[in-house]
T-cell receptor, first 113, second 113 residues
């Protein structure tokens, strides 16, 4: 398995501001993933973050809105920029750890007013 | 493209009764299939997975699931429900790289005393 922590665990933000979410893993991993879970919805992949290269974004998600950093093999950040109430969601990071399994962090619960 | 359909957004059973949560998938390649559970205000925890081999897989907390290729199904069962099973359950599919998960809409399981 994997031990994954996220900061902050929750936040309430004003529209137009930005929030950076941190994800820390207990050991080195090649790929880290960021998901969004809107209220009452399932999880949707935002982007995949590889160390040393730009993140790969899924359809409907853009770097200007969700910039991602991956400075080393155990850490990543996701920024939610210029927030609106529609960005209120749970944001989860995950890592791929063999065999063939993704493990998830506890999530960051974001409310935008 | 892969997709997952979970039949029933809400399932309610009595304590001690059989739990059956339905999941059907669509995949153009042999799939990897997963069940995750999300307890209130927590992240996702892996319940069980199917990759290859035996089609009946056992997971944590007494849950099991059977991969039926002919029915494109991966239903989750537990013989006797416990109050602590109340949670949101997500079925997910990936290709054999298991590095991009597609989730179903989730099923909220309620246990009645």
């Amino acid at each position: 398995s994997a031990v994954i922590s996220q900061k902050p665990s929750r936040d309430i933000c004003q529209r137009g501001t930005s929030l950076t979410i941190q994800c820390q893993v207990d050991s080195q991993v090649t790929m880290m993933f960021w998901y969004r879970q809107q209220p009452g919805q399932s999880l949707t992949l935002i982007a995949t973050a590889n160390q040393g290269s730009e993140a790969t974004y899924e359809s409907g998600f853009v770097i200007d809105k969700f910039p991602i950093s991956r400075p080393n093999l155990t850490f990543s950040t996701l920024t939610v920029s210029n927030m609106s109430p529609e960005d209120s969601s749970i944001y989860l990071c995950s890592v791929f750890r063999g065999p063939e399994t993704q493990y998830f962090g506890p999530g960051t619960r974001l409310l935008v007013l | 493209a892969q997709s997952v359909t979970q039949l029933g957004s809400h399932v309610s059973v009595s304590e001690g009764a059989l739990v059956l949560l339905r999941c059907n998938y669509s995949s153009s390649v042999p799939p990897y299939l997963f069940w995750y559970v999300q307890y209130p205000n927590q992240g996702l925890q892996l319940l069980l997975k199917y990759t290859t081999g035996a089609t009946l897989v056992k997971g944590i907390n007494g849950f099991e699931a059977e991969f039926k290729k002919s029915e494109t199904s991966f239903h989750l069962t537990k013989p006797s429900a416990h109050m602590s099973d109340a949670a949101e359950y997500f079925c997910a599919v990936s290709d054999q790289g298991a590095q991009k998960l597609v989730f179903g809409q989730g099923t909220r399981l309620t246990i009645n005393p």
